[in-house]
């Protein structure tokens, strides 16, 4: 079936531009569970559980599948990332939200749909006859969007009653959209928060902690108190960019002084280009990296860098009087050469918050489950997280994520991500130092190693007619002994005429890999294999970089030489 749309578009000569789009939609699009006969076992890729038992849910008894929306997904990935998660219905219309909003998550969930173990199932809706939805006049792409998603949650429950008469399969809603979740109930689909859903998961209670904390009235301090001045809004922050009131730049924290930080401004000349800023207040929550917009503050309120170290040593967000003295403390009488430009941040262009490595630092309040997370890169401020398991992570190194910082909390507030082990044991060290230096160093994924040769490898017809043979050459390896991948290596000869020929001889990588695939785009992530005391990252699969791209003793290889006499 074919939909078109047709709309007139004025082109800058001054013309009109006819533009047709078409959309097909098909009937052949499988649900993704097995056996089902309404689909006619139509479905690709890894599919759902026939019936799924795992978790255990109070407010969902019956075998039941999770159909979540954008939101979720955005905010709740490391959530949805647990084992206890499994057979997960990604609809076409919350990946295309999530491919828009944030290429980090984008990338985490597809590969929680690769792995085959979690059975999560990406159902093409956009193109399925009955899911499809037009955008109605008057609607926005946001409310279509979600009428999309309810519709489709309504089709699978449907759906999946004509399997047969004694199934009782359900797909559950997931929202945190309070209009969202109240129309699904009332179309008759099943629809819980998150939070709602991890709650009733009485088998795996430690699913609380990795839930994000969205909403931040329900965070803020007792007292209310206000330290922090509000954030402008992105377009008054643009505007004043635009007009010089304000400029742009990566705010750059201290690793010595917990109130001091630096912003490196973008576009400006090489005078004056690094600005400082002084004291909690003029902090205002930026975070190391975030793109900040500041307001340069006046000459006489400028100040010299400060040689004082300073470390946040978690002290009571009421003892604001000791947090004034130390900022008093930054501000020594210095000549006016030693003054710099210094700011204040009004606003975040961009937050690029990361998982945290660190450790917890357990409340001194019995029965608390408020502890301050402490990261091991100190630039990064103090964490506040909930959890129920302070005992057990105490003394281990932890993953915490940030997921807001209110007006009135002294620190972020974030979410329990991993346990990574005990402090001190190599392997858990060794695991934050990949971490901290973002350092990809997962197992390649298996849409990644579908790339890879056949084995048993050998050379071809095809390779002997466009490649030259130097078989009969002696090459060295100039690589030391023991070293697993040999792509380097050199032969020395002399030639009639008296000259010596010397030819480098490199792996051809490139004749196993084919641009553009999901193995090059991994390779080109990596970017280059990195080596620990023990330990060694590959940036391609091991097939390759210790077999077939490294040249053996008497084995055939592609290479590729270059000759200089």
Request: contains cysteine; glycine residues 6%; proline residues 5%.
């Amino acid at each position: 079936m074919l939909k078109s749309k047709t709309f007139l578009k004025k082109t800058r000569a001054g013309g009109v531009m006819k533009i047709v789009r078409e959309h097909y939609l098909r009937d052949d699009i499988g649900c993704g569970a097995p056996g089902c006969a309404a689909c006619g076992g139509a479905h690709e890729g890894p599919v759902l559980e026939p019936q799924p038992l795992d978790p255990a849910s109070s407010l969902c008894p019956r075998p039941h599948y999770l159909l979540p929306d954008t939101n979720v997904l955005l905010h709740q990935i490391d959530v949805l990332e647990d084992p206890a998660i499994r057979n997960v219905i990604v609809l076409q219309t919350v990946l295309q939200e999530v491919r828009n909003r944030s290429a980090p998550v984008y990338k985490r969930i597809r590969d929680v749909t690769n792995n085959q173990e979690k059975h999560f199932y990406t159902f093409t809706n956009e193109h399925h006859r009955e899911t499809y939805v037009e955008q109605e006049q008057g609607e926005n792409a946001n409310d279509r969007n979600d009428r999309a998603i309810r519709v489709a949650a309504k089709w699978y429950n449907e759906h999946l009653k004509k399997m047969s008469a004694e199934n009782h399969l359900q797909v559950i809603f997931i929202t945190n959209d309070r209009k969202n979740k109240e129309k699904a109930i009332e179309e008759g689909i099943p629809a819980f928060t998150c939070e709602e859903y991890v709650k009733s998961l009485t088998a795996n209670p430690e699913l609380i902690d990795r839930l994000a904390c969205l909403s931040e009235e329900g965070n803020e301090i007792e007292n209310g108190r206000i330290i922090f001045s509000e954030h402008l809004p992105l377009s008054k922050l643009q505007q004043g960019i635009k007009s010089g009131t304000y400029l742009q730049g990566t705010f750059r924290a201290s690793r010595e002084n917990y109130l001091e930080a630096t912003v490196w401004v973008h576009g400006d000349t090489e005078e004056d280009k690094e600005i400082i800023l002084q004291g909690l207040k003029h902090l205002n929550r930026a975070v190391h990296e975030d793109i900040v917009a500041i307001e340069l503050l006046p000459k006489n309120q400028w100040v010299a860098p400060s040689s004082v170290v300073l470390h946040d040593e978690g002290q009571n967000e009421d003892d604001v009087e000791k947090e004034e003295e130390r900022e008093r403390i930054l501000k020594t009488a210095v000549s006016e050469k030693m003054l710099k430009p210094t700011g204040r941040v009004v606003g975040i262009i961009k937050r690029n918050w990361r998982p945290y490595c660190g450790m917890l630092s357990k409340s001194d309040i019995k029965e608390s489950r408020r502890h301050l997370f402490t990261p091991a890169d100190r630039r990064i401020p103090r964490i506040r997280i909930e959890t129920r398991q302070a005992s057990a992570l105490e003394g281990r190194r932890i993953i915490v994520a940030i997921d807001g910082w209110p007006r009135n909390s002294r620190y972020p507030n974030g979410h329990f991500v991993k346990n990574l082990g005990e402090v001190g044991e190599k392997e858990t060290e060794t695991e934050v130092l990949l971490l901290e230096h973002d350092v990809p160093h997962q197992p390649f994924s298996q849409a990644v190693l579908s790339f890879l040769p056949k084995m048993p490898w050998s050379i071809t017809e095809k390779d002997m007619k466009n490649r030259e043979d130097l078989r009969h050459l002696c090459v060295c390896s100039v690589d030391p002994p023991g070293c697993t991948d040999i792509d380097d290596a050199l032969h020395c000869r002399e030639l009639e005429n008296g000259n010596l020929e010397v030819g480098v001889h490199i792996a051809d990588v490139s004749h196993f890999i084919r641009p553009g695939n999901a193995l090059d785009q991994e390779s080109a992530r990596r970017g280059t294999t990195v080596y620990l005391c023990e330990k060694r990252i590959d940036m391609v699969p091991e097939l390759l970089s210790s077999n077939l791209c490294s040249l053996r003793c008497n084995v055939d290889r592609d290479r590729e030489k270059e000759a200089e006499t």
